[in-house]
């Protein structure tokens, strides 16, 4: 049943089968606040008016037939509040002091987010104290001994220009009263938190500690990761340029493939749980003749399997281009022992050297030449500068978390949903993991690019 759209015995939409997102909860979209808003805003506004009210509201699904089935059933159909700037803020800017804290993978347009807040909280708002937290969480811990950032517009000036987060990133679990303690101490008013989904798990604790100590810190959230894998963001930014050079290293495995008999391009992106760099990239150039990724495990051997489809392509037409999400095949590559990493995710197995070695003893067995070129980009897609759009995306990011912040706005995200920028509570955007949909229309378009109808595959696996 789907809960966004209650239309009965049809339970999806044709617009449900656009979207990549799998929408298939319920949702709760009400945004906690820390009190009434009575500050006028010094944001300038036009003749035309610039201030957004609460009411204001993005419905969450767009689908027609659910917006008539949930008018005929006495439903109001669910609905984001739209972010932008409040005519009355909460906080007083000559007084409020903001921290800005980065955790997890890096992500191209980190810095252009981070400077974003900077300049709309000093020149919108005319707050004069924002420091940057270094190396994510641990830099709330006063053991790690690791000094605030002062940012100021001087300070942020050229950061966008850079890949990476000016502030440094990590990974690894902190105590949430530690942080708390530490807002507390620094007389913090607002928590910017740039992160995915572990930081969002750490920051919907950190909300629940504040509440119960009753305090006046908001705690606003951007989703960063470039397997754009967040729930209810229609896309993370860094992922267009993350996508851009995925590209640029398919390309040269075709290039490399046509330029060789037999040539077969073998690419690995990242993408842990979902393949979202891999299909997009896929779609991209329609160069791609067989995509893997996590959500639709490939079966290896036997009828059906890659090793016969790749030989059979071969065969065929000379050479072949491969790309493999890293979370895909895993069952063929995980070791006897889960291993974690300090945040507690999933080690995973190399797909990509596997995949590259077993297609080599593949076509040695049956005895056909064939010329494998593998290419990891690994860290080059994510440590890049943000092109032009997802710099956009981080401006408008940044701007909308410091208007939600300012108005008192708390435990949210800011996400681009439906075309417009709203406010996610942070609880609902940690649900579940966004994974690609095997019955959109996204991964349709994958599959009539590729070809790869007949490539067999396992049951999915829950993450
Ligand atoms: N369940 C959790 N509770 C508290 N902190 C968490 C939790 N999950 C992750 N974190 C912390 O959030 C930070 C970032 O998490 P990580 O998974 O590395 O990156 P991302 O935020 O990009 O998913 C790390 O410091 C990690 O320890
Ligand atoms: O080597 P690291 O830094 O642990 O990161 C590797 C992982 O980080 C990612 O880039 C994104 O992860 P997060 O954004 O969730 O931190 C994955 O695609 C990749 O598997
Ligand atoms: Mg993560």
């Given at each position: 049943?789907?809960?966004?759209?209650?239309?009965?015995?049809?339970?999806?939409?044709?617009?449900?089968?656009?979207?990549?997102?799998?929408?298939?909860?319920?949702?709760?979209?009400?945004?906690?606040?820390?009190?009434?808003?009575?500050?006028?805003?010094?944001?300038?506004?036009?003749?035309?008016?610039?201030?957004?009210?609460?009411?204001?509201?993005?419905?969450?699904?767009?689908?027609?037939?659910?917006?008539?089935?949930?008018?005929?059933?006495?439903?109001?159909?669910?609905?984001?509040?739209?972010?932008?700037?409040?005519?009355?803020?909460?906080?007083?800017?000559?007084?409020?002091?903001?921290?800005?804290?980065?955790?997890?993978?890096?992500?191209?347009?980190?810095?252009?987010?981070?400077?974003?807040?900077?300049?709309?909280?000093?020149?919108?708002?005319?707050?004069?104290?924002?420091?940057?937290?270094?190396?994510?969480?641990?830099?709330?811990?006063?053991?790690?001994?690791?000094?605030?950032?002062?940012?100021?517009?001087?300070?942020?000036?050229?950061?966008?220009?850079?890949?990476?987060?000016?502030?440094?990133?990590?990974?690894?679990?902190?105590?949430?009263?530690?942080?708390?303690?530490?807002?507390?101490?620094?007389?913090?008013?607002?928590?910017?938190?740039?992160?995915?989904?572990?930081?969002?798990?750490?920051?919907?604790?950190?909300?629940?500690?504040?509440?119960?100590?009753?305090?006046?810190?908001?705690?606003?959230?951007?989703?960063?990761?470039i397997?754009?894998?967040?729930?209810?963001?229609?896309?993370?930014?860094?992922?267009?340029?993350a996508?851009?050079m995925a590209?640029?290293a398919?390309?040269?495995?075709?290039?490399?493939?046509?330029?060789?008999?037999?040539?077969?391009?073998?690419?690995?992106l990242m993408?842990?749980?979902?393949?979202?760099i891999?299909?997009?990239?896929?779609?991209?150039?329609?160069?791609?003749?067989?995509?893997?990724?996590?959500?639709?495990?490939?079966?290896?051997?036997?009828?059906?399997?890659?090793?016969?489809?790749?030989?059979?392509?071969?065969?065929?037409?000379?050479?072949?281009?491969?790309?493999?999400?890293?979370?895909?095949?895993?069952?063929?590559?995980?070791?006897?022992?889960?291993?974690?990493?300090?945040?507690?995710?999933?080690?995973?197995?190399?797909?990509?050297?596997?995949?590259?070695?077993?297609?080599?003893?593949?076509?040695?067995?049956?005895?056909?030449?064939?010329?494998?070129?593998?290419?990891?980009p690994s860290y080059i897609i994510r440590s890049v500068?943000?092109?032009?759009?997802?710099?956009?995306?981080?401006?408008?990011?940044?701007?909308?978390?410091?208007?939600?912040?300012?108005?008192?706005?708390?435990?949210?995200?800011?996400?681009?949903?439906?075309?417009?920028?709203?406010?996610?509570?942070?609880?609902?955007?940690?649900?579940?993991?966004?994974?690609?949909?095997?019955?959109?229309?996204?991964?349709?378009?994958?599959?009539?690019?590729?070809?790869?109808?007949?490539?067999?595959?396992?049951?999915?696996?829950?993450?």
């Amino acid at each position: 049943m789907n809960e966004f759209c209650h239309t009965g015995e049809d339970t999806r939409s044709e617009i449900d089968l656009l979207e990549d997102i799998g929408l298939d909860e319920s949702v709760e979209t009400a945004i906690p606040t820390l009190g009434a808003a009575k500050v006028p805003s010094p944001l300038i506004q036009t003749e035309q008016g610039h201030f957004v009210s609460d009411d204001n509201r993005v419905l969450v699904n767009v689908s027609h037939r659910c917006f008539e089935a949930a008018l005929k059933a006495g439903r109001t159909p669910p609905s984001f509040e739209l972010a932008g700037p409040r005519r009355h803020i909460y906080f007083d800017p000559t007084k409020l002091r903001c921290a800005i804290v980065t955790a997890g993978g890096l992500c191209p347009g980190i810095n252009d987010v981070i400077r974003a807040i900077v300049l709309a909280l000093y020149h919108g708002y005319g707050v004069r104290s924002t420091f940057g937290i270094r190396y994510g969480l641990r830099g709330f811990i006063p053991e790690y001994g690791l000094p605030v950032m002062e940012l100021t517009p001087e300070r942020v000036e050229r950061i966008h220009e850079y890949g990476g987060t000016i502030l440094g990133s990590s990974r690894g679990h902190q105590p949430i009263e530690g942080i708390v303690d530490a807002l507390e101490r620094m007389h913090i008013g607002v928590l910017f938190l740039i992160g995915g989904d572990g930081t969002f798990r750490a920051g919907a604790k950190v909300v629940e500690e504040i509440q119960r100590r009753q305090l006046k810190i908001s705690v606003v959230a951007i989703p960063k990761t470039i397997d754009n894998d967040i729930y209810l963001v229609f896309k993370t930014f860094g992922f267009d340029t993350a996508v851009q050079m995925a590209c640029e290293a398919i390309r040269s495995a075709h290039t490399e493939a046509v330029g060789a008999p037999n040539g077969i391009g073998l690419v690995k992106l990242m993408g842990r749980h979902s393949g979202f760099i891999a299909a997009t990239a896929t779609n991209a150039l329609r160069e791609v003749n067989f995509c893997l990724i996590p959500e639709a495990d490939f079966v290896l051997e036997g009828e059906g399997g890659l090793l016969q489809a790749v030989e059979q392509r071969i065969r065929q037409r000379g050479h072949a281009v491969v790309v493999v999400a890293e979370g895909a095949g895993q069952r063929y590559v995980r070791g006897d022992k889960e291993e974690r990493d300090a945040s507690g995710n999933i080690k995973l197995g190399d797909i990509g050297v596997f995949l590259r070695d077993r297609f080599r003893a593949h076509f040695a067995e049956v005895g056909l030449e064939v010329n494998l070129r593998y290419i990891d980009p690994s860290y080059i897609i994510r440590s890049v500068p943000a092109n032009v759009d997802d710099s956009l995306y981080c401006a408008n990011l940044g701007q909308n978390a410091v208007h939600a912040a300012m108005a008192g706005k708390t435990g949210l995200m800011v996400s681009h949903w439906n075309g417009r920028y709203v406010h996610v509570p942070i609880k609902e955007a940690i649900k579940r993991r966004k994974r690609i949909n095997l019955n959109s229309r996204f991964w349709m378009s994958v599959l009539e690019s590729t070809g790869q109808f007949n490539l067999a595959v396992h049951p999915a696996e829950t993450p």
